[in-house]
């Protein structure tokens, strides 16, 4: 079973609604990330938090608001989506660069969170 | 050119048959390379992770890097209708980038009974 948990499994909503996904990991990593994925084809970065700072951005639109409230929790907020932004969300995390340790980006996925948009 | 390139198949082969999955690259700064598997509608698994040039075996897969030829693949032993999925490569530089893997497109891999 994978150690990054991701709730909701599934997500159905319309343009106006307000959602959030949500992450949870507990192997001590200190960088997590939100990727996004369509049919058949790769993930793509969206978001990097590094010891709870957002370290990258990927120029997301504005309708996708990342929050990281602590090193162990990661949400995505969603406002105001496009039937194009219907996809797998993925939240991954690694161990994160810092003093004494050294991050070679191994990424641990969680089961993602479908999102489809209405 | 994209940076990391993988065939995405589809590949069907019979139960028992070694699987050969394969990536070429084009930035010589990559240092880290990892193997993905990805079940339908779920997310990407870690399966194997190398640094250097040269092999890695676990179990019935093994890694292979070949860095002067930017090349690198997987292999899977006596191949069973559980592996299939989709394979995708991954590979990383060690610049400060934190989490900026670049993948392949994915193999569809299908192993019949």
């Known amino acids: 079973d994978t150690e990054v948990t991701q709730t909701p499994k599934h997500l159905v909503m319309g343009m106006t609604n307000k959602k959030s996904l949500k992450c949870e990991q507990h192997m001590g990593h200190r960088a997590m990330y939100w990727y996004k994925q369509k049919a058949k084809k790769p993930p793509e970065l969206m978001f990097v938090y590094s010891y709870e700072k957002l370290s990258i951005n990927e120029s997301v639109p504005s309708r996708f608001s990342p929050e990281c409230p602590n090193s162990s929790l990661l949400n995505l907020h969603l406002h105001a989506l496009q039937p194009e932004d219907s996809a797998l969300y993925l939240c991954?995390?690694?161990?994160?660069?810092?003093?004494?340790?050294?991050?070679?980006?191994?990424?641990?996925f969680g089961e993602g969170s479908r999102l489809t948009v209405l | 050119q994209k940076e990391v390139e993988q065939d995405p198949g589809p590949l069907s082969v019979p139960e028992g048959a070694i699987v050969s999955l394969n990536c070429t690259y084009s930035?010589?700064?990559?240092?880290?390379f990892m193997w993905y598997r990805q079940y339908s509608r779920k997310g990407p698994e870690l399966l194997m992770y190398t640094y250097s040039s040269g092999n890695k075996e676990d179990g019935r897969f093994t890694a292979q890097v070949d860095k002067s030829s930017k090349y690198i693949s997987l292999f899977i032993r006596d191949s069973q209708p559980s592996d299939s999925a989709t394979y995708l490569c991954?590979?990383?530089?060690?610049?400060?980038?934190?989490?900026?893997?670049?993948f392949g497109q994915g193999t569809t891999l299908q192993v019949k009974p």
């Open positions: 991954a995390s690694s161990q994160g660069r810092g003093l004494g340790t050294y991050d070679t980006g191994e990424l641990f």
């Open positions: 930035n010589s700064a990559f240092q880290y």
């Open positions: 991954a590979m990383t530089v060690d610049s400060g980038n934190t989490g900026k893997l670049i």
